[in-house]
C-alpha cells in the first residue's frame, strides 16, 4: 500500500476507464468527468472493463504518480453506477486492492465485551 499522507481524499471513478490511458489521459478524466484537480492532492482509482486492472492517479507534491495492481484472479469491487465518483477512506482503499468488499466487510471475530 502507498503511504499516504493522512487525511487524503480518496475518489472511485464510477464504471469502466480505458486502461490504455497514462497520466495525461486520467488527469483529464479527472477534470472532466470527476470536476476535481488532479494537482489537488487527493488520490484517483480507475478500473478496467475486465475489472481486474485498477491504476491509482495521485499527485504527491512534486509530481504525479501513476500506480497499477493487476489481479492474478478475481476482481476489483467496484461501485455499479456508471458515472460519477465515490469517496472512501483509506481503509477502504486498502481492502479493495487486496480484493476484499470494502463495502460491507465483515469481522471474523467479535470480540467478548464481558472482559
Known amino acids: 500500500m502507498i503511504p499516504l499522507p493522512p487525511l487524503t481524499r480518496i475518489f472511485l471513478a464510477c464504471g469502466a476507464t480505458d486502461m490504455r490511458k497514462g497520466f495525461d489521459g486520467l488527469a483529464v478524466l ?3 468527468a470527476l470536476q476535481q484537480n488532479p494537482h489537488s492532492g ?11 486492472l ?14 497499477s495492481k ?20 483509506a481503509a477502504q482503499l486498502s481492502m479493495l486492492l487486496e480484493g476484499i468488499d ?3 466487510p465483515e469481522r471474523t471475530f ?6
Open 30 to 32: 479527472v477534470q472532466q
Open 42 to 52: 487527493a488520490l484517483f482509482a480507475f478500473r478496467g472493463k475486465r475489472g481486474d
Open 54 to 67: 485498477v491504476k491509482l492517479l495521485w499527485y504527491d507534491g512534486q509530481g504525479l504518480c501513476l500506480f
Open 70 to 89: 493487476r489481479m492474478d484472479r478475481g476482481r476489483f469491487v467496484w461501485p455499479s453506477t456508471a458515472t460519477g465518483s465515490v469517496a472512501m477512506t
Open 102 to 104: 470494502w463495502r460491507r
Open 110 to 115: 467479535v470480540p467478548s465485551l464481558a472482559g
